[in-house]
C-alpha cells in the first residue's frame, strides 16, 4: 500500500501574501480543516509544510502554506501535488476504498477468468466504474456495486467480480 495519498493539485496563486489554490481530489474537501501539514511532491521528493489556514470556495481550496510568503514564491509551486501521509488507524467503512488501492488490484471473474487489472475509477453520480484493462488494451467497464463487485482483497491486489448480462 501506498504511504501517502494524492490530495490536490496546486492550479493558481490567490492574491499577494503566498496563498495557493488547490483543485482537491478527495469527495469531502472539509478533510482539508483537519490537516496540519501537508507535502508538495516536487520530482521524487516530498516537501513538507505547515499549514495555515484553509478557505474554500466554489469546490476549490485555498491554503497558506508556512514559509510562502510572497506571490513569487507561491508561483513556483504552480501544477504540483499535494499529498498527505496515510493514516494508519483511519478505518473506511466496509465496501469504500481508496482509489489509489484499487488501481492495479486484478480483476477475476466468479468463475476464475482473469479480466485485467484496474486502470482508473471514475464516478457516474450514483456508483463508482472500474476501468479494467487487459493485455491486449480490451477495456471493460465495471459498476462498483454490490451484484457485480464481489470481494475486494487490496492486501493481495485482488478483485472478484460477477458479470451481469450486458457487460461484457
Given amino acids: ?4 495519498f494524492e490530495i490536490g493539485q496546486i492550479v493558481n496563486t490567490s492574491g499577494l501574501k503566498g ?13 482539508f480543516n483537519n490537516l496540519k501539514t501537508i507535502y508538495v511532491s516536487i520530482k521524487k521528493d516530498l516537501k513538507e ?26 508561483e513556483n509551486y ?9 493514516d494508519k488507524d483511519e478505518k ?7 482509489v489509489l488501492d484499487l488501481i492495479g488490484c486484478t480483476v477475476y471473474t466468479d468463475d476464475n477468468l482473469k479480466l485485467g487489472k484496474v486502470e482508473d475509477v471514475f ?9 479494467v484493462k487487459d493485455e491486449l488494451g480490451k477495456q471493460v467497464l465495471l459498476p462498483a456495486i454490490k451484484d457485480v463487485i464481489k470481494s475486494v482483497d487490496i492486501e493481495n491486489k485482488t478483485i472478484i467480480v460477477h458479470l451481469m448480462e450486458g457487460l461484457i
Fill in 19 to 31: 496563498e495557493i489554490k488547490v483543485k482537491p481530489f478527495t469527495d469531502d474537501i472539509k478533510k
Fill in 1 to 4: 500500500m501506498e504511504e501517502y
Fill in 123 to 131: 464516478s457516474t453520480g450514483s456508483n463508482d466504474v472500474y476501468v
Fill in 92 to 98: 473506511l467503512e466496509e465496501g469504500v476504498y481508496y
Fill in 49 to 74: 509544510f505547515k499549514i495555515e489556514h484553509v478557505r474554500f470556495s466554489k469546490n476549490m481550496v485555498f491554503l497558506k502554506l508556512k514559509g510562502i510568503d510572497t506571490i513569487e514564491e507561491a
Fill in 78 to 86: 504552480k501544477n504540483l501535488y499535494l499529498k498527505i501521509k496515510r
